[in-house]
């Protein structure tokens, strides 16, 4: 038996005594005070052992019958064997537990004794009939609380198993994610390189190499992280800008607009790349003079909300209400993450351009670095 079992069953019948103790205590008292009110005087210490002792073979029964109700939970009216078992359990200890009162009876010398003109056959029948429907009663009760017991450990492990299935999905979602955003992103890149090199700006292709190296280190030592601090996350957009910003020249102008003391709140991993790289792709990309993208982090509460904008043309209604690759992926990770506990749009913007605005729970993290 492994040390965790040992250890429940242990805990088991410490419960068991503990729980028949109290009933013993409860039990003298109630007998004194009763014996007391009738002008009965009897030593008090043999009473209340008496009582205490009365409910011993009950006690050592608990533990056993738990562990039946387990082996045959008595919750269908089939198979007969289940009830066969435990009505020969029951029996078993209504007839050990007469012969045991009846003892104790006679052996204190107490009116539980067997009178002299009763045979013992007789008398044994009589304690045996005589408490039947209260032992049956305690009987159920005893699996009635096991199995409640037992329902709501089962449930508990039941929900923590959720969580961690929920997490291992979330991690799996992340990684999907990345599986997107890395290979499309670097072939786009290595296009913009290789059309650097071809335009004779070696200098700029060189700048985005290094740009990309740090763009995929970054990625990769952050794999692990289902989450990380709102400054860690610009960060992030910056590598990936950067890089964008070799590709579109002056055309492309970013602008972050976030309070130092918002560098805390925890945000997804990777969860503003997609949405900043649909900005460039349909906004800045769009504009022969290209535009800015801006980037906004304000808090409401306890809710955390961040914007990403950009200058460029206006979206159709149909564009605005599509759901394409990266705006379905990230839905799905804040889905996942927080429940329905988060917020997403996505509408034209007023002077033009486009506005995605998510709002999620606001949760601090203790890493607080960002480059100036």
Do not use: C
Not at 37 to 44: D, F, L, S
Not at 100 to 115: C, E, H, I, K, Q
Not at 233 to 261: C, G, H, N, T, W
Request: aromatic share 10%; charged share 15%.
């Amino acid at each position: 038996m492994n040390p965790d079992a040992l250890r429940a069953r242990s805990n088991l019948w410490i419960w068991s005594a503990s729980i028949w103790l109290g009933v013993g205590i409860v039990d003298s008292a109630q007998t004194v005070i009763a014996m007391q009110m009738q002008g009965m005087h009897q030593a008090w210490f043999r009473v209340i052992g008496v009582s205490i002792f009365f409910w011993l073979p009950w006690a050592l029964a608990t533990v056993p019958i738990i562990h039946l109700g387990r082996r045959f939970p008595p919750v269908h009216v089939r198979p007969f064997a289940t009830w066969a078992v435990h009505a020969a359990a029951f029996f078993t200890i209504r007839i050990v537990f007469a012969v045991w009162t009846a003892w104790l009876g006679t052996f204190v010398g107490m009116n539980a004794s067997r009178p002299t003109s009763v045979p013992l056959v007789r008398f044994l029948l009589g304690r045996f009939l005589s408490g039947t429907l209260f032992s049956l009663v305690l009987y159920a009760g005893i699996l009635v609380v096991s199995y409640v017991l037992d329902s709501r450990a089962r449930l508990a492990e039941q929900q923590m198993q959720t969580a961690r299935l929920n997490e291992q999905l979330s991690i799996a979602q992340l990684d999907a994610l990345r599986k997107q955003i890395e290979p499309h992103f670097l072939f786009n890149t290595l296009n913009a390189i290789s059309g650097l090199v071809r335009a004779g700006r070696d200098e700029d292709a060189v700048t985005m190499i290094a740009g990309l190296s740090d763009f995929l280190r970054h990625t990769l030592e952050g794999s692990s992280r289902q989450q990380v601090a709102l400054a860690e996350e610009l960060q992030f957009i910056e590598m990936y800008l950067s890089i964008q910003k070799v590709r579109f020249a002056d055309r492309l102008q970013l602008d972050f607009d976030v309070p130092l003391d918002l560098y805390q709140a925890q945000v997804p991993t990777l969860i503003l790349q997609p949405i900043v790289e649909n900005a460039v792709k349909h906004g800045i990309a769009e504009r022969a003079q290209g535009g800015t993208i801006r980037i906004g982090a304000s808090r409401d509460g306890d809710k955390l909300l961040l914007t990403i904008s950009n200058d460029g043309p206006p979206l159709l209604p149909d564009d605005l209400s599509s759901s394409g690759i990266g705006n379905v992926n990230v839905r799905t990770r804040l889905k996942s993450l927080y429940g329905n506990n988060f917020g997403f749009t996505m509408h034209n913007g007023k002077a033009g351009g486009v506005e995605v605005s998510v709002s999620i729970p606001y949760l601090v993290s203790s890493r607080v670095e960002r480059s100036q």
